[in-house]
Protein backbone atom coordinates (compact mmCIF):
# COMPACT_ATOMS: atom_id res chain seq x y z
CA UNK A 1 0.00 0.00 0.00
CA UNK A 2 1.67 3.05 -1.16
CA UNK A 3 0.47 6.93 -1.66
CA UNK A 4 2.16 10.01 -2.57
CA UNK A 5 3.25 12.28 0.13
CA UNK A 6 1.39 15.34 1.12
CA UNK A 7 2.88 18.53 0.29
CA UNK A 8 2.84 20.51 3.31
CA UNK A 9 4.06 24.35 3.34
CA UNK A 10 7.39 24.68 5.56
CA UNK A 11 7.13 25.82 8.85
CA UNK A 12 8.42 29.24 9.48
CA UNK A 13 8.27 29.95 13.69
CA UNK A 14 7.33 32.74 14.97
CA UNK A 15 10.47 34.71 15.30
CA UNK A 16 9.79 35.87 18.86
CA UNK A 17 9.38 32.49 19.65
CA UNK A 18 13.14 31.08 19.63
CA UNK A 19 12.89 29.44 23.06
CA UNK A 20 10.53 25.72 22.76
CA UNK A 21 9.93 26.84 26.20
CA UNK A 22 8.31 29.92 25.55
CA UNK A 23 6.75 28.81 22.29
CA UNK A 24 5.35 25.79 24.16
CA UNK A 25 3.66 28.37 27.01
CA UNK A 26 2.26 30.38 24.17
CA UNK A 27 0.57 27.68 22.60
CA UNK A 28 -1.53 26.55 25.57
CA UNK A 29 -2.98 30.31 25.47
CA UNK A 30 -7.16 31.69 24.83
CA UNK A 31 -7.28 32.50 21.34
CA UNK A 32 -9.85 34.23 19.94
CA UNK A 33 -12.96 33.24 17.50
CA UNK A 34 -12.96 30.05 19.34
CA UNK A 35 -15.85 30.60 21.63
CA UNK A 36 -18.41 30.20 18.76
CA UNK A 37 -17.53 26.74 18.08
CA UNK A 38 -18.33 26.00 21.95
CA UNK A 39 -21.76 27.85 21.74
CA UNK A 40 -23.20 25.69 19.15
CA UNK A 41 -21.43 22.05 20.29
CA UNK A 42 -23.74 18.83 21.05
CA UNK A 43 -22.97 16.59 23.77
CA UNK A 44 -23.86 12.93 24.09
CA UNK A 45 -22.45 9.57 25.95
CA UNK A 46 -20.72 6.78 24.07
CA UNK A 47 -20.73 3.35 25.77
CA UNK A 48 -17.46 1.51 25.93
CA UNK A 49 -18.06 -1.25 27.83
CA UNK A 50 -20.34 -2.35 30.35
CA UNK A 51 -18.34 -0.06 33.33
CA UNK A 52 -17.26 3.02 31.12
CA UNK A 53 -18.77 5.61 29.16
CA UNK A 54 -17.17 8.23 27.88
CA UNK A 55 -18.62 12.32 26.58
CA UNK A 56 -18.31 13.67 23.30
CA UNK A 57 -18.26 17.16 22.13
CA UNK A 58 -19.87 16.94 18.19
CA UNK A 59 -19.35 20.12 15.98
CA UNK A 60 -21.42 20.03 12.90
CA UNK A 61 -20.54 22.08 9.84
CA UNK A 62 -23.09 24.65 8.93
CA UNK A 63 -25.21 23.69 5.96
CA UNK A 64 -23.87 20.56 5.35
CA UNK A 65 -24.56 17.01 6.22
CA UNK A 66 -20.78 15.24 5.89
CA UNK A 67 -19.98 11.85 5.34
CA UNK A 68 -16.60 12.18 6.80
CA UNK A 69 -15.72 13.10 10.35
CA UNK A 70 -12.61 13.96 12.70
CA UNK A 71 -12.32 12.61 15.77
CA UNK A 72 -9.60 14.78 18.13
CA UNK A 73 -8.58 13.42 21.54
CA UNK A 74 -6.98 15.57 24.24
CA UNK A 75 -3.37 14.98 25.58
CA UNK A 76 -2.95 14.65 29.56
CA UNK A 77 -5.19 16.04 31.57
CA UNK A 78 -6.56 18.15 28.97
CA UNK A 79 -10.15 18.29 27.52
CA UNK A 80 -12.50 18.31 24.68
CA UNK A 81 -11.99 21.64 25.33
CA UNK A 82 -8.03 22.37 25.19
CA UNK A 83 -7.42 25.01 23.23
CA UNK A 84 -5.56 23.33 20.57
CA UNK A 85 -8.63 20.66 20.12
CA UNK A 86 -10.86 23.71 19.66
CA UNK A 87 -8.75 25.13 16.82
CA UNK A 88 -7.88 22.22 15.33
CA UNK A 89 -12.22 21.56 15.55
CA UNK A 90 -12.52 25.23 14.03
CA UNK A 91 -10.21 23.95 11.24
CA UNK A 92 -11.45 20.71 10.24
CA UNK A 93 -14.95 22.81 10.46
CA UNK A 94 -14.28 24.99 8.29
CA UNK A 95 -13.11 21.97 5.55
CA UNK A 96 -16.62 20.52 5.92
CA UNK A 97 -16.29 17.85 8.75
CA UNK A 98 -18.29 16.55 11.24
CA UNK A 99 -15.95 16.94 14.12
CA UNK A 100 -15.99 14.73 17.70
CA UNK A 101 -14.06 16.32 20.58
CA UNK A 102 -13.42 13.09 22.89
CA UNK A 103 -13.00 13.62 26.20
CA UNK A 104 -10.75 10.36 27.76
CA UNK A 105 -12.21 8.55 30.64
CA UNK A 106 -12.26 11.08 33.58
CA UNK A 107 -11.20 14.11 31.81
CA UNK A 108 -13.60 16.91 31.72
CA UNK A 109 -15.59 16.20 34.73
CA UNK A 110 -16.31 13.03 32.99
CA UNK A 111 -15.19 10.93 36.73
CA UNK A 112 -19.00 9.51 37.04
CA UNK A 113 -19.03 7.83 33.90
CA UNK A 114 -16.53 5.26 34.94
CA UNK A 115 -14.70 3.65 37.63
CA UNK A 116 -11.68 2.94 35.30
CA UNK A 117 -8.96 5.57 35.45
CA UNK A 118 -7.64 7.53 32.69
CA UNK A 119 -4.32 5.78 31.20
CA UNK A 120 -2.03 6.70 28.02
CA UNK A 121 -2.75 3.39 26.80
CA UNK A 122 -6.05 3.25 26.08
CA UNK A 123 -8.00 2.86 22.49
CA UNK A 124 -11.21 1.64 23.29
CA UNK A 125 -13.12 4.41 23.34
CA UNK A 126 -11.38 5.71 20.29
CA UNK A 127 -12.38 2.97 18.36
CA UNK A 128 -15.98 3.01 20.34
CA UNK A 129 -16.68 6.49 19.24
CA UNK A 130 -15.68 6.06 15.65
CA UNK A 131 -18.28 3.19 15.24
CA UNK A 132 -20.73 5.56 17.27
CA UNK A 133 -20.34 8.35 14.70
CA UNK A 134 -20.77 5.54 11.87
CA UNK A 135 -24.06 4.14 12.97
CA UNK A 136 -25.36 7.60 14.31
CA UNK A 137 -24.42 9.93 11.85
CA UNK A 138 -24.10 8.10 8.94
CA UNK A 139 -20.70 8.72 8.67
CA UNK A 140 -18.70 6.76 5.86
CA UNK A 141 -15.09 7.73 6.72
CA UNK A 142 -13.25 8.81 10.05
CA UNK A 143 -10.28 10.29 10.52
CA UNK A 144 -8.23 10.27 13.95
CA UNK A 145 -5.85 12.94 15.38
CA UNK A 146 -4.20 13.00 18.71
CA UNK A 147 -2.56 15.26 20.32
CA UNK A 148 0.89 14.40 22.63
CA UNK A 149 -0.60 11.81 24.64
CA UNK A 150 -3.76 11.58 23.20
CA UNK A 151 -1.19 11.16 19.78
CA UNK A 152 -0.28 8.03 21.65
CA UNK A 153 -3.47 6.65 21.78
CA UNK A 154 -4.22 7.19 17.82
CA UNK A 155 -1.04 5.41 17.04
CA UNK A 156 -1.90 2.71 19.33
CA UNK A 157 -4.98 1.89 18.09
CA UNK A 158 -3.63 1.98 14.69
CA UNK A 159 -1.38 -0.95 15.72
CA UNK A 160 -3.41 -3.02 16.96
CA UNK A 161 -6.26 -3.05 14.17
CA UNK A 162 -3.02 -4.47 11.96
CA UNK A 163 -3.49 -5.98 8.49
CA UNK A 164 -7.74 -5.91 9.40
CA UNK A 165 -8.48 -2.37 10.44
CA UNK A 166 -12.06 -1.02 9.71
CA UNK A 167 -13.46 0.24 6.08
CA UNK A 168 -14.56 3.60 7.62
CA UNK A 169 -10.71 4.63 8.68
CA UNK A 170 -9.45 7.20 6.52
CA UNK A 171 -6.42 8.19 8.19
CA UNK A 172 -4.32 8.98 11.94
CA UNK A 173 -2.98 12.13 12.94
CA UNK A 174 -0.29 12.37 15.77
CA UNK A 175 1.05 15.75 16.92
CA UNK A 176 3.49 16.03 19.00
CA UNK A 177 2.63 12.08 20.25
CA UNK A 178 4.14 10.84 23.55
CA UNK A 179 5.23 7.39 22.56
CA UNK A 180 7.83 6.48 24.93
CA UNK A 181 6.51 7.18 28.11
CA UNK A 182 9.36 6.88 30.22
CA UNK A 183 11.56 8.82 27.65
CA UNK A 184 9.23 11.68 27.95
CA UNK A 185 9.06 11.31 31.99
CA UNK A 186 12.77 11.47 32.21
CA UNK A 187 12.77 15.01 30.88
CA UNK A 188 10.59 16.63 33.59
CA UNK A 189 13.81 16.38 35.63
CA UNK A 190 15.52 18.62 32.74
CA UNK A 191 15.08 22.38 34.17
CA UNK A 192 12.79 24.90 35.10
CA UNK A 193 10.03 24.84 32.15
CA UNK A 194 9.88 20.94 32.16
CA UNK A 195 9.36 20.61 36.12
CA UNK A 196 6.43 23.55 36.40
CA UNK A 197 5.02 21.76 33.65
CA UNK A 198 5.23 18.18 35.74
CA UNK A 199 3.71 20.64 38.84
CA UNK A 200 0.74 21.27 36.26
CA UNK A 201 0.43 17.55 35.47
CA UNK A 202 0.57 16.33 39.13
CA UNK A 203 -1.74 18.59 40.36
CA UNK A 204 -3.89 17.94 36.81
CA UNK A 205 -3.88 14.10 37.69
CA UNK A 206 -4.48 14.53 41.64
CA UNK A 207 -7.46 16.33 40.74
CA UNK A 208 -8.78 13.29 38.66
CA UNK A 209 -8.37 10.63 41.36
CA UNK A 210 -9.60 13.01 44.09
CA UNK A 211 -12.91 13.69 42.08
CA UNK A 212 -13.29 9.80 41.59
CA UNK A 213 -12.92 9.47 45.33
CA UNK A 214 -15.67 12.21 46.13
CA UNK A 215 -18.07 10.13 44.13
CA UNK A 216 -16.80 6.56 45.57
CA UNK A 217 -15.31 6.25 48.24
CA UNK A 218 -14.49 2.73 47.87
CA UNK A 219 -13.73 2.77 43.95
CA UNK A 220 -9.98 4.34 45.44
CA UNK A 221 -7.60 5.11 48.19
CA UNK A 222 -6.32 7.98 48.51
CA UNK A 223 -3.63 7.29 51.14
CA UNK A 224 -0.18 8.14 49.82
CA UNK A 225 -1.33 11.09 47.49
CA UNK A 226 0.07 13.87 49.73
CA UNK A 227 3.69 12.92 48.53
CA UNK A 228 3.58 12.57 45.35
CA UNK A 229 5.48 15.16 43.34
CA UNK A 230 6.40 13.17 40.15
CA UNK A 231 3.98 12.19 37.35
CA UNK A 232 6.21 8.54 37.42
CA UNK A 233 5.53 8.26 41.70
CA UNK A 234 1.66 9.33 40.65
CA UNK A 235 1.66 6.51 37.66
CA UNK A 236 3.64 3.96 40.13
CA UNK A 237 0.78 4.86 43.00
CA UNK A 238 -1.83 5.05 40.86
CA UNK A 239 -2.18 4.43 36.90
CA UNK A 240 -0.46 1.31 37.27
CA UNK A 241 -2.27 -0.80 39.76
CA UNK A 242 -5.36 0.63 39.08
CA UNK A 243 -5.18 -0.36 35.23
CA UNK A 244 -3.53 -3.74 35.93
CA UNK A 245 0.12 -3.04 35.04
CA UNK A 246 2.68 -4.21 37.66
CA UNK A 247 4.19 -0.94 38.34
CA UNK A 248 5.29 2.36 36.58
CA UNK A 249 7.81 0.93 33.96
CA UNK A 250 5.66 -1.76 33.55
CA UNK A 251 3.21 0.94 31.96
CA UNK A 252 5.37 2.74 30.11
CA UNK A 253 6.45 0.06 28.02
CA UNK A 254 3.36 -1.48 27.40
CA UNK A 255 1.23 1.18 26.96
CA UNK A 256 3.50 3.43 24.50
CA UNK A 257 3.95 2.88 21.05
CA UNK A 258 7.39 3.07 21.39
CA UNK A 259 9.20 2.78 17.75
CA UNK A 260 7.25 0.49 16.17
CA UNK A 261 4.62 1.36 13.36
CA UNK A 262 4.78 -1.13 11.03
CA UNK A 263 1.51 -2.71 11.98
CA UNK A 264 -0.26 0.00 10.41
CA UNK A 265 -2.05 -0.38 7.46
CA UNK A 266 -4.27 3.17 7.56
CA UNK A 267 -2.40 6.66 5.94
CA UNK A 268 -1.37 8.38 8.74
CA UNK A 269 0.87 11.81 9.92
CA UNK A 270 3.33 11.58 12.84
CA UNK A 271 4.36 15.36 13.38
CA UNK A 272 7.12 16.72 16.24
CA UNK A 273 9.39 19.03 16.67
CA UNK A 274 13.33 18.55 17.10
CA UNK A 275 12.89 21.34 19.87
CA UNK A 276 9.69 19.62 21.77
CA UNK A 277 10.84 19.99 25.60
CA UNK A 278 9.00 17.15 26.67
CA UNK A 279 9.48 14.22 23.82
CA UNK A 280 12.91 13.58 22.70
CA UNK A 281 13.20 13.45 19.21
CA UNK A 282 15.50 10.28 19.36
CA UNK A 283 12.56 8.05 19.45
CA UNK A 284 11.09 9.62 16.03
CA UNK A 285 14.48 9.06 14.28
CA UNK A 286 14.16 5.11 15.15
CA UNK A 287 11.05 4.63 14.21
CA UNK A 288 10.37 1.53 12.33
CA UNK A 289 7.71 1.81 9.56
CA UNK A 290 5.87 -0.67 7.64
CA UNK A 291 4.05 -0.96 4.25
CA UNK A 292 1.69 2.19 5.25
CA UNK A 293 1.79 5.33 3.92
CA UNK A 294 3.54 7.00 7.17
CA UNK A 295 4.67 10.16 6.63
CA UNK A 296 6.95 11.62 9.88
CA UNK A 297 7.64 15.15 10.07
CA UNK A 298 10.23 16.80 12.28
CA UNK A 299 10.50 20.57 12.26
CA UNK A 300 13.52 21.76 13.85
CA UNK A 301 11.48 24.42 15.71
CA UNK A 302 7.86 24.06 17.42
CA UNK A 303 8.18 23.10 20.91
CA UNK A 304 5.88 21.00 22.59
CA UNK A 305 2.11 20.96 20.44
CA UNK A 306 2.18 24.59 20.07
CA UNK A 307 3.92 25.38 16.31
CA UNK A 308 2.74 28.45 16.05
CA UNK A 309 3.79 30.30 12.88
CA UNK A 310 5.66 33.47 11.29
CA UNK A 311 2.47 33.62 9.57
CA UNK A 312 -0.40 31.96 7.68
CA UNK A 313 1.51 29.78 4.59
CA UNK A 314 0.24 30.32 1.01
CA UNK A 315 0.29 27.71 -1.17
CA UNK A 316 -1.75 26.93 -4.56
CA UNK A 317 -3.38 23.55 -2.77
CA UNK A 318 -3.77 24.74 0.57
CA UNK A 319 -4.56 27.83 2.67
CA UNK A 320 -3.63 28.26 6.46
CA UNK A 321 -6.55 29.24 8.36
CA UNK A 322 -3.92 30.42 11.29
CA UNK A 323 -0.60 30.59 12.66
CA UNK A 324 -1.25 27.14 14.29
CA UNK A 325 1.16 25.06 11.56
CA UNK A 326 0.56 22.30 12.91
CA UNK A 327 -3.16 22.15 13.86
CA UNK A 328 -3.19 22.81 9.70
CA UNK A 329 -1.55 19.98 8.86
CA UNK A 330 -3.51 17.80 10.65
CA UNK A 331 -6.54 19.17 9.37
CA UNK A 332 -4.73 18.97 5.77
CA UNK A 333 -3.65 15.86 5.72
CA UNK A 334 -7.33 14.26 6.46
CA UNK A 335 -8.73 16.20 3.66
CA UNK A 336 -5.85 15.19 1.20
CA UNK A 337 -6.68 11.17 2.51
CA UNK A 338 -10.91 11.81 2.36
CA UNK A 339 -10.40 13.39 -1.14
CA UNK A 340 -8.36 9.86 -2.45
CA UNK A 341 -10.57 7.91 -0.30
CA UNK A 342 -12.76 5.60 -3.09
CA UNK A 343 -16.71 5.25 -2.32
CA UNK A 344 -16.37 1.47 -2.57
CA UNK A 345 -14.22 1.97 0.15
CA UNK A 346 -16.14 3.36 2.73
Same mark, same amino acid.
Given at each position: ??????????????????????????????????????????????????????????????????????????????? &?????? @? $??? +?? !??? =?? #??????????????????????????????????????????????????????????????????????????????????????? &?????? @? $??? +?? !??? =?? #??????????????????????????????????????????????????????????????????????????????????????????????????????????????????????????????????????????????????
Amino acid at each position: MTAPAIDFPPYEPHPLLARPAVMTWIGTLPRRGIGALVAREESFEVRVDASTKVRVALDRPVGSTPRSAIVILHGLVGS &SASIYV @L $GTA +QK !ALE =RG #FLVARLNARNCGGTEALTREVYNGGQTEELDAVARELVEREGVERVHLVGFSIGGNQVLRLAVGYGDAPPPWLASIGALSPCIDFAA &SVATFQ @L $GLF +QR !AVQ =RR #FVQGLKAIVERRHALDPSSISLAGIDGIRTVRAFDERFTAPLSGYANAADYYAQAGVRTNLAPIRVPTLVLTARDDPLVPVETFEALAIGPAPIQVVITERGGHVAFVGKRPARTTTWSDADRRWAENRAVQFAFAHDARASPGSS
